[in-house]
């Protein structure tokens, strides 16, 4: 049988995988799977003339980029992101004000939860007690290997995902101050894991109900509001928690 000619082969030497929707770098023009599409994640050889934080960005060949100022953040964009509050520029994964840790956003409310009102981008955040929150995502990386071994003896969660499919998690419960073991599917979404763990730790839900406090989950490393819409995998993928992460169930205000 003649093999068919679909897809090509990721140029990353420890890989080669076979990718049947391909990504090309614009700076060395290659070929990679969706794990080394990233300048940082194939070690890009392309040559950088300037970094760029501010006004006009300088040229990668013929592409104007935007350098992420988030820390020692080494990602760039072939579009400016800056953040609706403070006007710096972000890389995607840094652009929600949450995420870079802003100093323009509102003071904390009741329960150490907001809600930005004059920004509704912007989703509620949680501050986050000292004795839980990690420092920056470098100490929750490392945290998390330690922590994941203590979870799988005593996580709970359905039986039925299979082994490979569970992410494991402590939940910290904002109410009482109590830490719970859970599991979830990587495959699920943020919004269904919320429902599960709101069932689990015995949390009243009413998100279905206007005008009541809203429950969400909430990073303790940013104090940010996970999204409900997005899949726990793809939030492991982009390191925004990781497998073994305490996450906090909390209310908005």
């Given at each position: 049988m003649t093999e068919l000619d679909?897809?090509?082969?990721?140029?990353?030497?420890?890989?080669?995988?076979?990718?049947?929707?391909?990504f090309q770098c614009d700076l060395c023009s290659h070929i990679f799977c969706k794990s080394h599409k990233e300048v940082t994640s194939h070690q890009c050889t392309g040559k950088v003339s300037g970094i760029h934080t501010h006004g006009e960005a300088p040229e990668r060949g013929n592409i104007p980029t935007y350098r992420c100022t988030y820390e020692d953040c080494r990602n760039y964009e072939l579009v400016s992101v800056r953040c609706s509050l403070c006007d710096e520029q972000f890389c995607l994964k840094h652009r929600s004000a949450e995420e870079h840790q802003c100093?323009?956003?509102?003071?904390?409310?009741?329960?150490?939860?907001?809600?930005?009102?004059?920004?509704?981008?912007?989703?509620?955040?949680?501050?986050?007690?000292?004795?839980?929150?990690?420092?920056?995502?470098?100490?929750?990386k490392l945290a998390t290997k330690v922590a994941l071994m203590k979870l799988k003896m005593s996580a709970t969660g359905r039986d039925d995902i299979?082994?490979?499919?569970?992410?494991?998690?402590?939940?910290?419960?904002?109410?009482?101050?109590?830490?719970?073991?859970?599991?979830?599917?990587?495959?699920?979404?943020?919004?269904?894991?919320?429902?599960?763990?709101?069932?689990a730790t015995k949390t009243v839900n009413k998100n279905d109900?206007?005008?009541?406090?809203?429950?969400?989950?909430?990073?303790?490393?940013?104090?940010?509001?996970l999204s409900n819409s997005e899949t726990i995998e793809d939030l492991l993928e982009n390191e925004t928690i990781y497998n073994g992460s305490t996450v906090v169930l909390g209310y908005d205000q």
């Open positions: 679909i897809g090509q082969h990721c140029s990353f030497p420890s890989c080669h995988q076979l990718d049947f929707l391909p100093d323009k956003l509102p003071a904390a409310q009741a329960n150490n939860c907001i809600r930005n009102v004059s920004n509704p981008v912007t989703k509620p955040t949680y501050i986050v007690p000292r004795d839980i929150k990690y420092k920056n995502k470098k100490s929750e299979p082994t490979d499919h569970r992410v494991y998690f402590f939940i910290y419960k904002s109410l009482d101050s109590s830490k719970h073991p859970i599991y979830v599917s990587k495959l699920w979404t943020v919004g269904r894991m919320l429902d599960v763990v709101a069932d109900v206007d005008n009541q406090p809203h429950l969400w989950l909430f990073s303790a490393t940013t104090g940010g509001a």
